[in-house]
């Protein structure tokens, strides 16, 4: 029953690169708030940053063998995720682990579930994204799956989606939906931009946004003090 | 029903300029042990320290439309607090809001709730201390109120009061006490000044605070061993 | 029935200062898994790593004042230890404590509970992992026990055993195991370090380990899509 | 410093008999939704309901000294309420102190704290809202508050102030908004009710609130299959 | 963009016919350990079990508005599921609602959030599997998708697939593999019952499973004391 | 290294049925309020209670192998302690191994991690304390220890040590200790039994215990409202 699925579509080179740079709450914000993985995904150390196709791999709680069938399926880009089939905070992870992604050209790591060494994957530079740090070890006796879909931090991933990470958390972007949601995304930022240069000048949201008269109709009520109420 | 009080009395600029460089420790004692905010406190880089008087802000789980409206009733110096009408850890606030607040003169913020783009945030220099760090955004659908009181992870604050804020989390000071308590901040800064040089020098707890008495009344026994007992 | 226990038998010199260096995750593997402290346990600064001895400090929920006569039973190079006999984030511990403790050559504090002062704490430089920050404050009121065995964070410490902590956590050694642990500490760090080698040439942990055999016995197929299954 | 306040105003007893029966949620709806304690608040035994004034009480973590202090204000109808200085899950009280509340007349318990016993208080039909049930006892050592205004579970709680409970949780209104308050509840009541009828008979939601021309607006589209959208 | 799909394919009768009684731990067994819900969703009352097709409604954070929309879309024996997008614990269902759905014959209702009026839902025997039991009610002012695939509680499920509950949890079966769990779920019951009998009878499980020599294998030493390992 | 140690020294029958209605709060504090398990041990269903001598296994997480390896090593009156290494809510005990139990005549379990078939274990009367209950099952996998000392739920039990529990939790007593605390447990029943009938009659706790002079020692001031202080 146990399988590794070895030729997984991958969102393509092209559309990876232009999601550099992006930040995880404007993606989110631009696919219509959705992917998100839960809040207690936090990466490791911080700033971190990386943008990229996700390989999959399921494992048991407390056992870290099928990583090392994973790894063997990472091309130069990827992001390897990682979900167990219940909840977990073991050490799934350190840092020959990271030596030997790292030397396959993988950007980096999400763990919905603990990670160790985490000294020196910082000193390494390898950014983690985990539910945990945790030293505890795992053991090497259960298969389970790689490139399946997987839920990872309550979000569906398919191998092959992309995977956006940053110091706010994980996003996940549809493989088939990456090129029309990188539209958004830049649409997005130029519009944040936008709005930056006239916040710094002083102006309101309330009028940036054009609220008051909404704001009106809801009954919202200005009052000089609460003995006015 | 929803309300913004406009004009609120604010703890005093020279009371508020004697609690710079106050830490949150020291201000709880010096105020009998009250007014702390929950320990999930917590800010989103560190070193970092305010204090202000607060602007407060209510809100509905996932809808940040008040943060607006409240931005407009801040001035320099002011603290934005702000507390859902029930628990919440989505992104209420990002770096436009950020950069809105920081034109406005606003010093910090503290969210009981989550906060998003901690990355810009950082490099702005904007001090936040919240619940969760969450990229999920906000929808702008529900009217609260502005410049109510409202308790706070777990405390109650009253538009006015004073907040201070720092790597250990956030403590609220009522209006009309703040002076009476910088005094005993004071006080007890020294004290703590002096007690400082005594255990640098290497004298005991037990001899700097006279413990031994009232141990030995209490039945502490010392034994060389275990088995003494 | 509250007792301080004055003559402890401490992990000698000798072998403590094998263990420099040495990290969390290798000794916990070294001894046979076992030993951990609960994942809840965070260094307030990073990086941080001790070894030495524990002096053990049982308080009651919100007391701290067997701290002091804990003080007292430390020597140089000493790890204090603390374990509330129910759960409690309260802060226990602030700089002036710290300070004592540094006067007396202390390394540092390992706290199944809250702290607090940690912006002073990392200044000075003086490590502690703990459960939580909380600025709230502690009363004297209630006698416990210095230098008995505790349960702390989920793992049982006698006094004189052998506390190392880092980026990753807490363990413990028992005195009378520790340096026969060690030298399964140094044999493993050096066959991590050949490991690494061959990961870094970019071998595969299923061929370093010669996980393949055993993967198939197990039942692992590998597959080209999904549909093959 | 520390107080007990004998003679607090009580919401009336004509106005509290009005609310035998009430269902929190709908008190929590016809106040403007508030006054709610966190969800953690639950009844030790179901069903359980009860409304009363409450006698308010401070403790310290893991010190149950003021409970007996709270008792003698206690009169019959009165619900105990007991709020700690920090979270804390100690077993503060137990059948003796029910025993002692029961011959005062006194109605139930909100603890946001631990309380033990229960097998007994279940049988004594004493009911209890908490936080945790936990058998670890508690010292008498530190004095705290007796009917000072106290944030308990999230919400400020006066003494005197209304207290509701039953299986869902906790709510309190305010002593002065108690009777205008309740006629809302009443009226919230009856229009239940009605809606209860015509949902009975099969009627939608969406046809009783005429929410169809609203949700059109909003842009829902009702599709037969999602490769429709 | 949001939408409310019609046409959904459910698990058929016949099928959902066969799982009645079946037992949530031996499904997922069946199943090949997958498709459980998080261990936070547990009944309101006990004993409860249901098992039936899914109708899915996704929701905004503390909005309550599309459950009306998903009531419609039910028939009788089906099980509504709802899913919030971002984590919550709010009240989104309560009696009147529980009347609509069971005027429909719905059989249940899965909530990735909290409920209401539990007294009421109880006595009308209506069963609830939940996160929480909250009184906070929720506004009507954001569309969110009916009968889309959610993410409930960390598992995929789409409209259609099989929901089986019962007092330890809840379990969803792929529509297009109910068919075939089931018949694993038979044999499985059936092997149980059969073991049942050989353990009443005395049978140790070491041996009922031939557990000795693999034990053995592993490693696993039998000493009559620790002195003796 | 791993063992199962078949000649464990129990608590004596004769000390154990002096035990038979004794509360785990009564022993906890009889004990000097020590050897009390966390307070997220709950009973699967109320009222439960039970006394008798630990069996201890120490399981992988997720793995339930050594549990068929503990149940042989059970007599009748037997109470089997289950401590996983690290953190895991897993289903590790379901309605088969209950029948293995009860046919050897074991009268309860301790699970510091999940169990399953809770309906049937209700219906059988089996009682069960556990973290949590959850359908998740596990592997056969890994060899963990029988009969050594465990650190369980925080507390520390050695094999033959005192189990006793009811609704408020779980609390071990040394062996050798057990006659002992039992003279203690008896004297403070005695004690209650005699406080509840002055509790009964109206006496108040403040005179019962003699607390009037101590309380205003510690400087408690009554006042007749907050105006006067």
Known sequence: MPVCVTDIERVPDNIVSLYQGAEVATVHEAQGRKGLLASYMKPIYRPAKIAGPAVTCEVAPGDNWMLHVAVEQCRPGDVLVVAPTSPCEDGY??????????????????????VRDIATLTEMGFPVWSKAVFAQG????TVGNVNIPVVCAGALINPGDLIVADDDGVVVVRREEAEAVQAKVAQRSANEEAKRVRFEAGELGLDVYNMRPRLAEKGLRYVKTLQDV
């Open 138 to 141: 795992c053991v090497k006796e």
């Open 93 to 114: 992870f350190g840092d020959l682990l990271a030596t030997s992604l790292k030397a396959r050209g993988v950007i980096g790591l999400i763990m919905d579930a603990g």
